[in-house]
């Protein structure tokens, strides 16, 4: 079984739906991770939690929220999508070992289409 | 500017060629650098890691890092046609724990049997 698994994996929607994406893991990682890949752009951070209580916001957190239901559950809301949020959406986790690199781990994706 | 740039590509190469892929950045701060691998509808993986300035080999690739010039490459030796994939550098300064990493944009590689 994967370590990062994201659900639902392709998702078509209209403009001004809500819509939410979920990401689990079973990696006992404390950090957690949302990205969104677009062609040209590369991977931009949406937002980040070091742990349940810690929720931070990334670098294009504006039209986005999220919830962290647990340790290993991390959520990402849309809530009016618009068709700009039209992407490849990647949950990613780490351990903090505080002494070297910080590996992030991602889950397969989930590519979202906003009509 | 992008704090990161990346050439995006795409690069076809013949089997058997070296590749090397590059990135630029601008902050001084940085001090950890990655390379990510992401084959087609799967998320990255972490290729290899830099701390600081120098050069680390891990088999057919080799990651180097030139801090004074603000400028990262990973070569690929006898590349194969299962390098093909789209590589991502990425870096951090780890500055206040963090642990928020900086992506380039990509760079989409074929390598043609």
């Known amino acids: 079984d994967a370590d990062v698994t994201q659900t639902p994996r392709n998702r078509i929607t209209k403009t001004g739906k809500r819509i939410m994406l979920e990401c689990s893991q079973t990696k006992g990682h404390d950090r957690m991770y949302w990205y969104r890949q677009d062609p040209g752009l590369g991977l931009r951070l949406i937002y980040y939690?070091?742990?349940?209580?810690?929720?931070n916001k990334g670098e294009i957190s504006d039209g986005y929220s999220v919830s962290r239901q647990a340790q290993a559950k991390f959520s990402l809301s849309l809530e009016s999508a618009i068709p700009n949020q039209t992407a490849l959406y990647f949950c990613?986790?780490?351990?903090?070992?505080?002494?070297?690199?910080?590996?992030?781990?991602f889950g397969p994706g989930t590519r979202l289409t906003v009509l | 500017q992008k704090e990161v740039e990346q050439d995006p590509g795409p690069l076809s190469v013949p089997e058997g060629a070296i590749v090397s892929l590059n990135c630029t950045y601008s902050?001084?701060?940085?001090?950890?650098f990655m390379w990510y691998r992401q084959y087609s509808r799967k998320g990255p993986e972490l290729l290899m890691y830099?701390?600081?300035?120098g050069n680390k080999e891990d088999g057919r690739f080799t990651a180097q890092v030139d801090k004074s010039s603000k400028y990262i490459s990973l070569f690929i030796r006898d590349s194969q046609p299962s390098d093909s994939a789209t590589y991502l550098c990425a870096m951090s300064d780890f500055s206040g724990n963090t642990g928020k990493l900086i992506f380039g944009q990509g760079t989409t590689l074929q390598v043609k049997p």
């Open positions: 990613a986790t780490s351990a903090w070992t505080g002494a070297s690199t910080d590996t992030q781990y």
């Open positions: 939690s070091f742990d349940v209580k810690d929720i």
């Open positions: 902050n001084s701060a940085f001090q950890y």
């Open positions: 830099t701390y600081s300035s």
